[in-house]
């Protein structure tokens, strides 16, 4: 049984930087797509980084192109989200999510993502 738990949400200020973690138990990471998706009120659940085996290929949403970052570390089986240049409609609830579809990073759609974290929310405001 996959269990993932998300860390390092809180409240920052426009323009600042945040990373969040996710610990993975129960499988690998190297064999797995794992994403980040978030969930503004109001709004549908959004993928906004992807990635297959923790180190091959990254999706991002255009949203997030060039501020954020994915990584994943296989000796600790965490799979990091490293976001920088926070602008208030970043402000969610973010998620981790993982998949034996490989092929899920690509797309990075939450429908193709199995197992969940509960959840860390972000929420940058002035």
């Known amino acids: 049984q996959a269990q993932l738990v998300e860390s390092g949400g809180g409240l920052v200020q426009p323009g600042a930087s945040m990373r969040l973690s996710c610990a993975v138990s129960g499988f690998p990471l190297d064999y797995y797509s794992i994403g980040w998706f978030r969930q503004a009120p109001g709004k549908e659940r959004e993928g906004v980084a992807c990635?297959?085996?923790?180190?091959?290929?990254?999706y991002y949403a255009d949203s997030v192109k060039g501020r954020f970052a994915i990584s994943g570390d296989n000796a600790k089986n965490t799979v990091y989200l490293q976001m920088s240049s926070l602008k208030l409609e970043d402000t969610a609830v973010y998620y981790c999510?993982?998949?034996?579809?490989?092929?899920?990073?690509?797309?990075?759609?939450?429908?193709?993502?199995?197992?969940w974290g509960p959840g860390t929310q972000v929420t940058v405001s002035s």
């Open positions: 990635i297959r085996n923790s180190d091959g290929p990254a």
């Open positions: 999510a993982v998949s034996s579809f490989l092929q899920a990073a690509a797309g990075c759609a939450s429908y193709d993502f199995g197992s």
